[in-house]
């Protein structure tokens, strides 16, 4: 039984403050949504998923609630169950008893956050083999051998995958499916659904201001890894839905002209200039399930709630 903690991640910081910079300086300055994730970033996040306006974690919990049988009976027990961004793990515990895996292989980039949690966990199901991984899943998912190799079932819940542009997503599902080596493997993921542009506003951009210093303390971050003088009060929050582009667009926006200093750098900023921070796309059922078809995936079930806000799917190898 392989039960302990493999670290394939090791954060390159040259490399991390290579992109940074490079974003900041481009034409449109933007800066990947995983910067996002410090220590504080994501204590925020886990206060955004407790708002009333932020309806994707509740929403998709209801969902695996509801349908825990016709879930659990789609894709049968005794998997070995890849959890891609694992985070506190609480997602897939929830689902550990309709399930019951044969192995849980939780997987995140932040390593230290990880190896706790899985400890935790330990106590909690000594029954399930875990392997914990730190690893930066969005660029490969060359999984270690202590994997399990046949009947597995990945796990990308929460609407992650909007994170990715369409073509971007196409690609990251074809690695997916790449690693299904086996007709008895899947993948089990959460989408979140196109829906009334007022609802959508309102989820990114809450009336108590909990999105807003989620996405300003990025300018902390940024201070820390760049050795920048970002100042948080010269900017302001913008999170809206780009109906056109079918994404949700978060933004931090110089409130007045203002310069930006870091070791070996600096950019002025108009006011009114925006730093891009993150895309959420949403989908339609029917656009996801192509999406799905064109990585080689067969939808085999879906399932949404009463108001159709959000898709939960299961697929397999086609």
């Not at 390593?111 to 330990?122: I, P």
Request: charged share 20%.
């Amino acid at each position: 039984m392989h039960d302990g903690f493999i670290q394939l991640h090791a954060p390159n910081s040259d490399l991390i403050q290579d992109e940074l910079r490079a974003g900041l300086l481009a034409p449109q300055a933007h800066s990947s949504p995983k910067y996002l994730y410090d220590a504080l970033g994501s204590k925020l996040f886990e206060a955004i998923c407790a708002l009333p306006e932020y309806y994707p974690t509740r929403t998709e919990a209801a969902i695996f609630t509801a349908f825990a049988d016709e879930i659990a009976s789609s894709i049968g027990p005794g998997k070995a169950l890849i959890d891609l961004g694992a985070g506190n793990c609480a997602k897939a515990a929830n689902l550990f008893a309709s399930l019951q895996p044969s192995q849980y292989v939780p997987v995140d980039i932040s390593v230290d956050f990880l190896r706790d949690t899985v400890a935790s966990l330990r106590q909690r199901f000594p029954q399930i083999e875990m392997l914990g991984v730190g690893m930066d899943f969005s660029e490969s998912l060359d999984l270690p051998h202590a994997v399990r190799s046949h009947e597995r079932l990945f796990f990308y819940p929460g609407s992650s995958i909007g994170n990715y542009t369409p073509e971007q997503a196409l690609a990251y599902l074809r690695r997916i499916r790449a690693a299904c080596s086996d007709e008895a493997s899947g993948l089990l993921i959460g989408v979140d659904l196109v829906k009334d542009s007022a609802l959508l506003d309102a989820a990114y951009d809450d009336a108590l201001g909990v999105t807003a210093a989620f996405n300003l303390n990025l300018l902390r971050h940024l201070n820390t890894v760049l050795g920048a003088d970002f100042n948080v009060r010269d900017w302001q929050h913008r999170g809206f839905f780009n109906a056109q582009e079918s994404r949700i667009e978060m933004h931090l926006e110089a409130r007045h002209a203002v310069t930006v200093t870091w070791r070996d750098g600096e950019r002025r900023f108009a006011a009114g200039e925006r730093i891009h921070t993150e895309n959420s796309y949403k989908y339609t059922q029917q656009g996801f399930a192509s999406l799905l078809e064109r990585a080689g995936f067969e939808l085999r079930h879906r399932w949404t709630d009463p108001h159709q806000w959000f898709l939960v799917c299961h697929a397999g190898t086609a």
